[in-house]
């Protein structure tokens, strides 16, 4: 069992940077590749990134290479986004998800992750 519980999220200006945390309970945190996502209201689950267990290897959607960074620290059991450079466009609530999947070709679907945190609520303003 993971628990998942994202913070950091709030009201920024167009430009502006963010960084999002997410902090899980359970033992085999470390054991377990960890993905953000967002969402909109009446659009589906969106892909961000992810980050694999201990390979640390990152995968991110193509619109959000090198504005965003996904990072982990397995000490502290918490995962990490720095978003730079936001649009109002990715206004939306971000969540954190983790999974035990040890492959890459699924990664980047939500459907792959067992555990989800509530969402954090991204606004960027024009």
């Known amino acids: 069992q993971v628990l998942l519980v994202e913070s950091g999220g709030g009201l920024v200006q167009t430009g502006d940077s963010l960084r999002l945390s997410c902090a899980a309970s359970?033992?085999?945190?470390?054991?377990?590749?960890m993905g953000w996502f967002r969402q909109v209201p009446g659009k589906e689950r969106e892909f961000v990134a992810a980050i694999r267990w201990r390979s640390a290897i990152t995968y991110y959607a193509d619109s959000m290479k090198g504005r965003f960074t996904i990072s982990r620290d397995d000490a502290k059991n918490t995962v990490y986004l720095q978003m730079i450079s936001l649009i109002p466009e990715e206004t939306a609530v971000y969540y954190c998800a983790a999974t035990y999947y040890s492959g890459t070709s699924y990664i980047n679907l939500a459907a792959t992750y067992e555990y989800w945190g509530q969402g954090t609520q991204v606004t960027v303003s024009s």
């Open positions: 359970g033992r085999t945190f470390s054991r377990v590749s």
